[in-house]
């Protein structure tokens, strides 16, 4: 499902990129080097991984409809929660980048960010003043 596509220019990512203290020039490396090495495989289905064990690197898992032992299912990794796996507590969360105003903000009369408000809402008509 997307939730939104957004057009931008070379010049307003490299000022996007900036503000919060990346290097554009390094991040369009990083991705160059990663559809270079992507564009030489065959055909097929792929999953990139990136963790912190992999460091500049990253996995690379193809699918396939064999199974065996060395083989992941990654349908039922996934799908399956078994109470061990839970930190009891703890809940890591992105927070909300307020500065972002999406299409839906815009269809809702909506500020990024903000709670729906008590009550019934009220219509505005387009309009004259």
Known sequence: MVCMVEQKTL???TQESRMVGSDPGKQLVN??????EVATLPPGQYL???TAKTGAFCNVFEATSKSGP???????????LQPSNTVPGV??????DTSILTPWHL??????????????????????G
């Open 107 to 128: 269809a809702n009369c909506r500020v990024p960010g903000t709670f729906e408000p008590p009550g019934t809402r009220k219509q505005f008509t387009v309009g004259r």
């Open 11 to 13: 010049q307003q990512l």
């Open 48 to 50: 990139l991984q990136h």
């Open 91 to 96: 809940v890591q969360y992105q927070p909300v």
């Open 31 to 36: 991705l160059y080097n990663v559809f270079t």
């Open 70 to 80: 060395s083989l992941l299912d990654l349908h039922t990794l996934y799908t399956t």
